[in-house]
């Protein structure tokens, strides 16, 4: 029997409201409308809700809340939320907004009351890190047993409940979608209480768990990729708002956006992003799933510019897309994977749409989707599933169903020919056929399409496999390996498509940051994202609520930590398609050449003989690299390439520029600096380095303009 404080107490008043409000076309006549409904509400003695439960964990706050005391006299706000739900993530912003025009000053409050779906949500650790991840700024309780949820009677995450200042009901909000209608009542109630003098200005002790914690190279990376041309890896650091580019040795290459969020396309130093989750990189180009921005985005290392592909920056609720991607309104992007449809190769984006449970197609050359029409360059458009969060299986596929599909890997050869499709909130891994759409379970979840609740940690066959919130996937090519990022287990696990059988490969199913000594005595803490690399050798792991990147030697069967070098970054372009400026370490040496006579004119060419410690080799899959440069005398390199990589050590570099026929120098003397970072690892072993020297050239510029070629000989033993 429901008790008399449940929401159904208040459903048939507030439904006649509903009805008022959808009737009335003025602010004023709504407030009205509302002000009356809140007199009538106050009069009644059966809405007053029980007090949360006594040794529940709270965040964000000095400690406890109790609804009679440090939240009586205030307007409380209660976000029903589990934090895997991207419909719970979607209303965040209303919140934000709320927060920042009404203060706990002002009579208002919000509560998160963490009402878990899943086992490992239930986990304080795990909903603090939600908490940090989100940018949740309010009091948050972990009521893990679900206590006040169900005395409620809420039915569905997100619920929103809005309390008077003695705890008694006013209105519920099911969903997402309704930030007027909130701010209506949140206003209205303010001023209704605030006029019978009801309203207490006190604080209720917030405490920001972030304020406490130190700072990290990396916060919740989400994605990880690979470019197997160039060796480089892509890694989404969601939490810091920005997307990495670095070598496989770990060196950072290149940083685009962050530490704040924002949305601002243009030059790399200037351009941001709010939350990106899924990247693509090939060769110069980065695709990013900019999430919380409802974006698509591209980042174009050789142009040194961040461009937008699709969406319009606000969530979108259409499910059939078509339009060209900047008109294209679209939800919460969470990964991306290039593939072919029908035109070129790599000529369209797949992406994994999670706020509308779909798999949509942003083509970056024309082509056509399976059994579709064709479509130009630029267009974005639904490609699998209805919009209803389900885990159906269908040959149509417009009539399959996702439920938060998370993470995207392309098998394109045969007999594969599939998109995988890691679908989160269904605890599965499901199949689309390249050839036709056809949407397949490969494994996880159960048959009824509709239960959404079939998770485990299961090795097995098929669907009598259980997974728990998987968020990532990666394709082995050479082994014909499916690896997915079994995120709630805290593992990852390997699937072989032509069997079934999914297995568990590193982990121990409980939350923790282990390095080995083997797979499975190594820890995760809910990993989101991974890649293949090094022919099916290494797999990158983004173990997001770690802060790392993990490597995972497939041979070998160990776990190390992926070493990411900040010393040596600037987020600055360079002028060429090289890597971005970087300053060299203090123990590099530094060599001062004598004065080079010269003729504007004249091409100036250096040859570099470099020398490596014997046993050692240049590593082949870091990009050594040189750089030329004039600083404080640019005018010396006027659109010039002023970097290049560095292949071979066993002949000399040779590196020429032309000098201007014109002169513009202040200084007499202007000077040009080579500079050049080796990668070398022992040829017998594992272990790598990275050093770095620089040529310092002054130059003695001729009044006389000049012909022909200058040469100096530079050299240098590491």
Not at 273 to 287: E, H, L, M, N
Request: glycine share 10%; proline share 6%; hydrophobic share 35%.
């Amino acid at each position: 029997m429901a008790s008399q404080c449940s929401l159904t107490a208040l459903f048939p008043t507030q439904s006649q409201l509903d009805y008022a409000l959808d009737e009335a076309t003025t602010r004023q006549e709504k407030e009205s409308l509302v002000y009356q409904y809140l007199k009538k509400l106050d009069e009644r003695e059966d809405l007053k809700i029980p007090d949360f439960q006594t040794g529940l964990e709270w965040l964000n706050t000095e400690g406890p809340l109790s609804l009679d005391k440090e939240l009586a006299g205030k307007v409380v706000l209660l976000d029903f939320f589990t934090y895997c739900c991207i419909n719970c993530m979607h209303i965040l912003p209303d919140l934000h907004q709320l927060e920042k025009k009404h203060t706990v000053k002002d009579g208002l409050v919000i509560v998160g009351v963490h009402s878990a779906k899943f086992p490992n949500e239930k986990v304080l650790e795990n909903v603090r890190s939600a908490v940090l991840r989100y940018d949740i700024c309010h009091p948050v309780v972990n009521d893990g047993d679900a206590r006040l949820w169900t005395e409620l009677e809420v039915a569905c995450w997100p619920t929103l409940v809005l309390l008077g200042p003695r705890g008694n009901l006013l209105l519920s909000l099911v969903g997402e979608g309704h930030r007027d209608r909130l701010t209506l009542f949140a206003d209205t109630a303010l001023r209704y209480y605030g006029e019978r003098g009801l309203l207490k200005t006190h604080g209720v002790g917030t405490k920001l768990y972030r304020d406490s914690l130190p700072p990290t190279v990396l916060s919740f990376p989400g994605k990880v990729a690979i470019d197997h041309g160039r060796k480089r890896l892509a890694i989404a650091d969601t939490g810091h708002h920005r997307i990495l580019v670095v070598s496989s040795t770990g060196q950072v290459l290149h940083i685009v956006g962050g530490p704040e969020s924002g949305r601002r396309d243009g030059e790399l130093s200037e351009a941001s992003f709010c939350s990106p989750q899924g990247v693509a990189i090939k060769g110069d180009t980065v695709y990013v799933a900019d999430t919380h921005n409802h974006l698509i985005r591209k980042i174009d290392l050789s142009e040194g510019k961040v461009s937008t592909l699709a969406g319009v920056g606000a969530q979108g609720t259409d499910k059939e897309g078509g339009a060209i991607g900047p008109q294209q309104p679209i939800s919460s992007p969470w990964d991306v994977s290039l593939g072919t449809a029908g035109g070129v190769e790599d000529n369209v984006l797949w992406i994994a749409m999670a706020g509308t449970h779909q798999i949509w197609a942003l083509f970056i050359a024309d082509g056509k989707l399976p059994k579709g029409s064709e479509s130009k360059v630029g267009t974005c458009i639904r490609w699998a599933g209805s919009g209803n969060e389900e885990n159906r299986n269908n040959s149509y596929p417009h009539k399959a169903g996702f439920a938060q599909p998370s993470g995207l890997a392309s098998a394109p050869e045969e007999p594969w020919g599939s998109l995988y499709v890691a679908d989160s909130e269904s605890s599965t891994v499901r199949t689309l056929a390249l050839k036709d759409g056809a949407v397949k379970l490969l494994v996880g979840g159960e048959r009824d399409p509709l239960n959404l609740f079939a998770f485990g940690d299961v090795d097995g066959k098929g669907v009598d496999a259980k997974l728990q919130h998987p968020l990532g996937v990666a394709w082995a090519s050479e082994q014909s390996l499916l690896y997915v990022a079994d995120s709630y287990n805290h593992k990852i696990k390997v699937v072989d498509p032509k069997t079934k059988q999914c297995r568990t490969l590193a982990g121990t199913g409980g939350a923790g940051d282990v390095l080995g000594p083997g797979f499975t005595e190594s820890c995760f803490n809910e990993p989101g994202g991974l890649c293949v690399a090094d022919g099916g050798k290494l797999l990158y792991v983004a173990d997001t609520n770690n802060h790392q990147v993990k490597v995972l030697d497939l041979d070998t069967k160990t776990v190390s930590l992926f070493p990411i070098s900040m010393d040596c970054t600037d987020s600055v372009p360079t002028k060429s398609s090289g890597p971005a400026k970087v300053s060299l370490p203090k123990s590099a040496p530094r060599m001062e050449m004598p004065p080079l006579a010269v003729s504007p004119g004249q091409t100036l060419t250096m040859t570099l003989t470099l020398s490596l410690p014997e046993g050692t080799k240049l590593t082949e899959e870091a990009p050594s690299f040189w750089s030329l440069s004039a600083e404080g005398n640019e005018w010396l390199l006027p659109s010039q390439v002023v970097t290049g990589n560095i292949l071979n050590v066993s002949e000399p570099l040779r590196i020429s520029t032309k000098l201007p026929a014109a002169t513009e120098a202040a200084d007499p003397r202007p000077s040009l600096t080579l500079s050049v970072w080796v990668y070398f690892c022992l040829a017998a072993g594992k272990a790598c380095m990275m050093k770095a020297a620089s040529f310092s050239q002054p130059l003695h510029i001729d009044a006389s303009p000049g012909e022909g070629e200058v040469t100096v000989a530079l050299a240098h033993a590491f």
